[in-house]
């Protein structure tokens, strides 16, 4: 699968369209990546992804894109509000899970490998993560659950679990107004209700690293990104809550 692709620009390929697929396939990787046997069934999935009824542009895999439920994990699809499908493994277990690029004031290479050491340390004491692990300790009532989902990320925010400006870097200020906590199991609520605040587990990680190339510079002079600087890379989960809400619907 992988010598069909067609090398549109630096780390962007295009997957052509074959037999069934409505739409070409896109991915977004390096040339280090193409060398692995990883992409195989991946690439398989977006292919499948993009057979689906009303999918518009592309059917995309990212550079994280590995083997999912029936969408690849790190694919990304838009379809037409009106002949398109919803697809409840596009979404996946981790229902809202995030990423998030934090960038370090100081050069990567001004940390020794002790700092790093230590901050990554301190990062582990202070962020949860891990099956169970949270920093909500009390159970949560059901106007608890109610006011948590009218108010969404302020919710955390207000009880000292993140800050006010994180709101600007999220879809929507962290909130959807079309939420509903009565489509949400009880069963559910009680799995998530000790694990809010956390990492997560799985794949869900904190990484500390350096901006080591730009393939957009357009885009990183507007992100204010060079080479040389630190970043964190947060990817959280939805925990409990969000893989119970998935099975309540898949089922």
């Not at 962007?12 to 060398?35: C, D, F, H, N, T």
């Not at 608890?144 to 006010?164: K, T």
């Amino acid at each position: 699968m992988i010598s069909k692709l067609q090398k549109l620009q630096p780390a962007i390929y295009l997957i052509p369209k074959e037999e069934l697929m409505r739409v070409p396939g896109l991915l977004v990787a390096s040339e280090s990546q193409l060398q692995t046997e990883t992409l195989d069934k991946p690439l398989e999935q977006v292919r499948n992804v993009a057979c689906l009824q009303g999918i518009i542009g592309y059917s995309i895999a990212m550079p994280d894109v590995h083997w999912g439920y029936g969408f690849p994990i790190g694919g990304v699809a838009a379809m037409d509000a009106k002949t398109g499908v919803i697809s409840p493994g596009g979404v996946g277990y981790d229902i809202n899970c995030g990423v998030r690029l934090a960038i370090v004031p100081i050069p990567f290479q001004d940390l020794s490998p002790s700092v790093r050491h230590s901050l990554l340390t301190r990062i582990f004491q202070l962020v949860p993560s891990g099956t169970g692990q949270g920093h909500h300790h009390a159970s949560l009532s059901n106007k608890d659950y109610e006011d948590l989902v009218a108010q969404g990320a302020s919710w955390s925010i207000e009880r000292g679990m993140g800050y006010a400006e994180d709101l600007e870097s999220m879809e929507n200020q962290g909130c959807l107004e079309e939420a509903d906590i009565r489509s949400v199991s009880e069963h559910a609520k009680r799995r998530g209700e000790r694990q809010l605040g956390s990492i997560g587990s799985g794949n869900h990680f904190v990484e500390i690293g350096e901006i080591q190339e730009i393939y957009l510079p357009q885009i990183a002079a507007n992100w204010k990104l060079h080479t040389g600087q630190t970043y964190i890379l947060i990817h959280s989960g939805s925990r409990g809550f969000g893989h119970q809400i998935c099975q309540d619907f898949l089922d």
